[in-house]
């Protein structure tokens, strides 16, 4: 294998590892960044809405960091490490001017920010990009050309992150899809910023390389796992039809629903509107809601509600006008193609994970459990505690993605040597990769594979579970690792073979469904959008993290407390 040595390598190339990689290069360390896919056309960040929260107090000029803050914190259902909230909110506003800098473009009114208020905001506090999470992906990788230093490494697969002699991380081995050929990357610290881990389940609205790669990699090294079993739910998302089945998990935004906005209504099954009166509840609570219709009931034939904007008392005009002004066009652009005009016919919808709310836990300078590894955006797990609230999730990637930079860069610098990497490790791994593409007697591709464990994830440890189901989910995938993962065969193709990609994925995807499930076992409470049906209520002995940590093949389960300032 190639070597490649450097200071700092990060594993992700959204918006958190993009942002890392300037912020090391600034730091004058070498860096080489590598992603799965291309940058600004693959993972997580290209695919997020308009929403970039900071506290500018344009709208109203009583808000404020504080007041950000406190949000967070009660909409987080009081699960958020504070430390952590704290350094998003006070951050979030330098780093969102940055982004301008780099030419990522807000929507301005008269000079200042035109902000909106989203459910779970004291304030409006909404900036918004007309370009959606792709805008600001172009303006980071405009930025990231000018730093001609960072070696960029593009559609490369990491399987695995190498230690050294004291178990700290060394490097990586990844097979380049392009070459067709495995690279060894040697470095003095590692950042994941690899993205959240929504693909185990069937109904996402999120991107299908988002398979939770980086926490089966952390979890490998023994890092500590912080509340895995929080997976945030949108809560309309829309669902096929029956003429254009392929229309299902297109998320809509809230704002439809909003008297402010658009005022549209949300429907059960018989026609009747079911939310309370007052503000649009906040997504773990409008979530439950639409599931009660479903247990009731009360909901369509497939368990869904129906988002009806024909019965917005705004004129056609004044209708689309606001869909320009909310953003909203891609979304109602991807239905009509389809054959259907929100503006006049009712769709069914039905909650979608999102946004992965576990992961990594990390200190405030993205420390991880493990000397020298550092985690910044959605792999990490301990700032939005059981619930988010809508623009918190880019502030994060720029927050902390140029916080992972600077503490992999001094971790970088107080190395003088390189920590010498097992090369039998790297060579171990090649061959597990190796024998994917021997023949195997009854084999089975890596999607059979990936359909079996996304629908054990969605009957036993969806948005309801419950002790029965979680280990009947942990029996299920037990059963997937020593009867189908041994079966997996790969097409012998060495270059762009996707379908390696689809087996390096699904090894991810299975340990952390176990993770998951184990989790969620831990946490016999319901809070935020961890819903145990065997435990309904909330429990104020349980304002607490639930904590994984791997030992060889053990899993160490306990709990921690938040930390609060």
């Known amino acids: 294998m190639d070597q490649v040595r450097v200071d700092v390598l990060i594993i992700g190339g959204g918006g958190a590892g993009v942002r890392a990689a300037i912020e090391a290069d600034q730091n004058g360390v070498s860096v080489a960044l590598v992603n ?38 009660r909409e987080g259902r009081y699960l958020g490490d504070e430390n952590l909230i704290w350094a998003l909110t006070r951050e979030a506003m330098e780093r969102g001017l940055e982004l301008e800098g780099y030419g990522v473009r807000f929507t301005r009114e008269e000079g200042k920010f035109a902000q909106v208020r ?20 172009l303006g980071l990788k405009k930025e990231l050309a000018r730093h001609s230093r960072i070696q960029v490494f593009e559609d490369c697969l990491v399987q ?67 509340d895995l079993e929080m997976m945030l739910y949108y809560p309309i998302v829309t669902l096929g039809s029956k003429v254009f089945p392929s229309m299902h998990q297109v998320l809509q935004y809230e704002s439809l629903l909003e008297p402010e906005y658009l005022g549209g209504k949300l429907l059960n099954g018989r026609g009747e509107e079911f939310l309370p009166p007052g503000k649009l509840p906040v997504r773990d609570v409008l979530s439950r809601l639409i599931v009660k219709e479903r247990v009731e009931g ?39 193609y389809l054959g259907v005009d929100l503006t006049r016919d009712p769709v069914e919808v039905a909650p979608a994970c999102h946004y992965s709310l576990g992961g990594v836990r990390i200190n405030e300078r993205t420390q991880t459990s493990v000397p020298g590894l550092f985690a910044a ?15 918190n999730a880019l502030a994060e990637t720029q927050v902390f993605g140029r916080r992972a930079g600077a503490g992999a860069s001094l971790k970088a610098r107080a190395c ?50 419950s ?22 065969q790969v097409a012998d193709l060495r270059i762009f073979n996707y379908e390696l990609q689809d087996a390096v994925e699904v090894g991810s995807m299975v340990e952390v469904a176990e993770l998951v499930a ?23 002995g349980w304002r607490k993290h639930t904590l994984l940590k791997k030992r060889g093949e053990e899993v160490l389960c306990s709990s921690a407390p938040v930390i609060r300032l």
């Open 518 to 540: 184990r989790a969620a076992l831990l946490r016999t409470e319901s809070r935020g959008h961890h819903f145990r049906s065997d435990h309904p209520r909330e429990d104020e």
């Open 416 to 465: 003088r040597e390189f920590p010498p990497i097992r090369r039998e490790d790297a060579e171990e791994n090649v061959r597990r990769i190796e024998g994917l593409f021997v023949r195997k007697a009854d084999p089975l591709r890596p999607v059979q594979i990936r359909k079996k464990i996304q629908r054990i994830m969605e009957e036993e440890a969806g948005l309801i579970r």
């Open 298 to 336: 009360r909901a369509t034939d497939r368990g869904a509600v129906l988002i009806d904007l024909s019965k917005s008392p705004l004129g056609p005009a004044e209708m689309e006008r606001r869909i320009e002004e909310l953003g909203a066009r891609v979304q109602f652009n991807r239905v009509k």
């Open 467 to 488: 002790e029965p189901s979680l280990r009947r989910a942990l029996d299920r995938l037990q059963a997937v690792k020593q009867e189908d993962l041994p079966r997996m």
């Open 36 to 73: 799965k896919g291309i940058i600004s056309r693959s993972g997580l960040t290209p695919m997020a809405g308009y929403s970039y929260q900071a506290a500018f107090g344009h709208a109203d000029p009583r808000d404020n960091p504080e007041v950000h803050f406190a949000d967070t914190v």
């Open 118 to 137: 989203h459910p779970g905001q004291t304030y409006p506090r909404i900036n918004r990009i007309p370009g959606r999470g792709y805008q600001m992906m």
């Open 160 to 226: 695995k992150i190498l230690t050294g002699p004291e178990g700290e991380p060394a490097g990586a081995v990844a097979f380049l899809q392009r070459e067709g050929q495995f690279r060894l990357f040697q470095a003095k610290a590692v950042v994941l910023a690899s993205g959240g881990y929504e693909e185990l389940w069937e109904k996402t609205d999120t991107a299908p390389d988002s398979t939770g790669d980086g926490l089966a990699m952390a979890a490998e090294l023994g890092a500590e796992l912080v």
């Open 377 to 391: 955006g959605e792999v990490s797990g301990n700032i939005h505690g059981a619930n988010r609230i809508s623009g």
